[in-house]
């Protein structure tokens, strides 16, 4: 027994998880085509609620505080987006491809832009004057979202806002009897080169090493003379933007929008986190993996018990590690 | 001990116990009654996560859940069943049972770890239930909710005192019919929970709470089992959610994930809770009554405000009726930075500072 789980430890532990899923799913399934579909569409979800979760994960971590308003970020990326996107319908509609790619190009930075700016706003005016007090973090986020809800409200209207998507992402590959959605392909291909990104700044760069010290003890960091508050304004903008970018490429894959989609995800992102344990990327890819790839299978094996899954799911998790697989935050 | 500040809030949570009681004579038409009776539900509902997050600090996002178990386990069996008493008891305590699985399982898992981990689970849970709860559509009507009769002392039909004509005797103008009896049902039930909470937070009890929430490594190393207390007060909470719950579907004569179950009625009652002031019975009385009066008569006050001042440019789009959870949002947020005790609260240390 302790022979196995030191091969397990070594050939990768905990991140070997979402593989086994997909194998115990394989043989669930049958078959071969439609586990493939499943998978990538399982993958490309996982990558883009790795993209909303890996802000809030990282800002718990460093500074201790939970955003509850995060799901802002997420509707206002994806509705900024599909604005963007609709403003330039004529380089969308346009038969050249570069035109396409660009109209998408400007639709991810207005999203990321506007996180950016949001989320320093955010931290500035909401979550500055109540630091280290979660019941006033839990309420005040929660009346931030509120407004925030209501603000695109007023702005979009309440009936669901429709997206467009370049032609060259439309349809799907079919190889020999399985078929992949070619946005599902592009969303998992761009979420990895923003892990990939993710991980080479926290671990090669010297803010990286900061970020992950003040993560570990963040009195220690101050200590030796470092401004954590100012690195924290940084690591919240970002987190705020990449959960803009994840909205919006949701936007994409839904097509179809509403003002409650953040609150929606949320609960999903919120899953992901715990799963994953806080403060560590690496620990929120592997719960967004595990999310995206259960419920897809669940919901083809057993269709009403999809979101019921993600708690099974979350909660046998957290019998077995009551702080998640991978937390950074003791 | 008692300084004018908790003496006007008591006198009003009194005065308004007291317009409840005669609303029925004092308000007489279909729409006042729905809302005191709403009112009275909510009195319960949020007192009851007072206990919660107020004396025990933990915050939670399934309050609604448990307030649903109530009304569905009412509501199922008395579509089953038929109208009666015993479905709506046997409905009150499946309620009470499965909400008591719930919160133990939770408390038990959750309650260990930090008060952020709670809130995230707990509101994970309470959306879990929620789609269930539309999903399994044999069982719960889906989101259509189930219609059904209310036991037969509620109908507006019954007749509790007639003349000799045989016809329902009118007091004061109202007619003494099951409608009445049921609003008074309501009432003295939503009574009766508020005077049990208000004893318990008295209660030897009560104080070990206010303990763990000033400091809980202190409470523990004085010997109490902080998780134990926790999880009680987690199902003490739970079970009166889930009775507040039967006794509105009794009154509804309808139960849907709009009326019971619905994310919509956390925040209100998390809204309530805020702006009445946290720790305190009274602050609960008090923010429940603002809000339902805000949420029926203030929206129609802002759709006349906003018609009003048509011409005048942006002010019209301000005052929309459909703004009034924008400005809501930002008078909660405004309330949690600068009195974060609430009105009852916040009247309170104002009084003794005097």
């Not at chain 2, 500040?5 to 009654?33: C, E, H, N, Y």
């Not at chain 2, 949020?46 to 915050?59: E, H, P, Q």
Request: charged share 10%.
């Amino acid at each position: 027994m302790t022979a196995l789980t030191t091969t397990l430890g070594r050939a990768g532990g905990v991140n070997l998880l979402p593989l086994a899923v997909a194998l115990i799913a394989f043989v669930l399934i049958g078959a071969p085509s439609s586990w493939v579909t499943l998978t990538v569409a399982g993958l490309a979800m996982g990558m883009m609620l790795f993209l909303m979760a890996s802000g809030l994960s990282l800002v718990f971590g460093l500074m201790d505080v939970l955003n509850f308003g995060h799901s802002a970020f997420v509707s206002f990326g994806a509705f900024v987006s599909a604005s963007v996107l609709a403003g330039l319908g004529g380089w969308l509609a346009a038969d050249s491809w570069a035109l396409n790619a660009l109209a998408l190009a400007a639709s991810y930075l207005a999203a990321i832009l506007f996180g950016l700016i949001a989320g320093w706003f955010f931290e500035t005016v909401i979550i500055r004057p109540v630091y280290r007090d979660h019941l006033r973090q839990i309420l005040i986020t929660i009346g931030a979202m509120i407004v925030a809800e209501q603000t695109i409200l007023a702005f979009w209207g309440g009936t669901p806002y429709s997206v467009g998507r370049p032609a060259f992402l439309e349809g799907s590959w079919i190889i020999g009897d399985v078929s992949i959605e070619i946005y599902r392909a592009f969303a998992f291909a761009l979420g990895v080169a923003v892990f990939v990104m993710l991980y080479l700044v926290l671990n090669r760069t010297r803010i990286g090493l900061l970020i992950r010290a003040g993560v570990e003890d963040r009195e220690m960091v101050e200590a030796l003379g470092f401004r954590v508050d100012r690195l924290f304004i940084g690591v919240f903008m970002l987190g705020s933007a990449l959960a803009a970018l994840g909205g919006a490429m949701w936007a994409g894959y839904e097509t179809l929008i509403t003002p409650h989609m953040g609150a929606d995800l949320m609960i999903v992102v919120f899953i992901v986190v715990i799963i994953g344990g806080l403060g560590s990327i690496e620990g929120t890819l592997l719960g967004a993996l595990l999310v995206g790839l259960m419920s897809n299978y669940v919901g083809f094996l057993a269709p009403k018990l999809a979101l019921a899954s993600n708690m099974i799911l979350m909660v046998a998790i957290l019998l077995w590690r009551p702080n998640g697989l991978r937390p950074a935050v003791k | 001990m008692q300084n004018t500040g908790t003496l006007i809030v008591k006198t009003s949570v009194i005065l308004i116990f007291a317009l409840l009681l005669f609303a029925p004579f004092l308000f007489q038409d279909v729409r006042s009654l729905e809302v005191a009776a709403r009112i009275c539900i909510f009195i319960v509902l949020v007192a009851s996560f007072d206990l919660l997050i107020g004396y025990t600090g933990i915050v939670s996002f399934a309050h609604t859940m448990f307030f649903g178990f109530g009304a569905y386990g009412a509501a199922i069996l008395l579509k089953t069943m038929g109208p009666g008493w015993t479905p709506v008891i046997l409905g009150a305590l499946a309620g009470v049972g499965v909400s008591l699985v719930f919160a133990i399982a939770i408390g038990l898992l959750s309650l260990r770890v930090k008060a952020i981990f709670f809130a995230m689970i707990t509101l994970a849970a309470a959306s879990v239930v929620l789609v269930l709860a539309s999903q399994l559509s044999q069982i719960t009507g889906g989101e259509d909710g189930i219609i059904y009769k209310a036991p037969d002392l509620f109908k507006p039909a019954t007749k509790l005192l007639t003349d000799a004509d045989g016809k329902v005797v009118r007091l004061w103008g109202v007619r003494l019919n099951g409608k009445l009896a049921a609003y008074y049902f309501v009432f003295f039930c939503a009574l009766a929970l508020f005077l049990v909470m208000l004893r318990f937070v008295g209660s030897p009890f009560g104080t070990v709470l206010k303990a763990i929430r000033e400091n809980e490594a202190r409470a523990e190393a004085i010997g109490y089992r902080v998780v134990a207390y926790r999880t009680a007060v987690f199902c003490l909470s739970a079970t009166i959610a889930s009775l507040a719950g039967t006794v509105y579907a009794v009154w509804l004569k309808y139960t849907g994930p709009d009326t019971a179950l619905s994310f919509a009625i956390m925040i209100d009652i998390l809204l309530m809770v805020v702006i009445g002031g946290m720790g305190t019975m009274w602050g609960a009385v008090i923010g429940a009554v603002l809000m339902i009066l805000a949420q029926y008569y203030l929206r129609d006050l802002m759709g006349a405000a906003s018609e009003a001042m048509t011409g005048i440019p942006l002010l019209p789009e301000l005052l929309a009726p459909d703004r009034w959870l924008f400005w809501l949002g930002i008078i909660f947020i405004l309330l949690v930075y600068f009195f974060p005790k609430g009105i009852a609260g916040t009247a309170m240390a104002w009084g003794e500072k005097a």
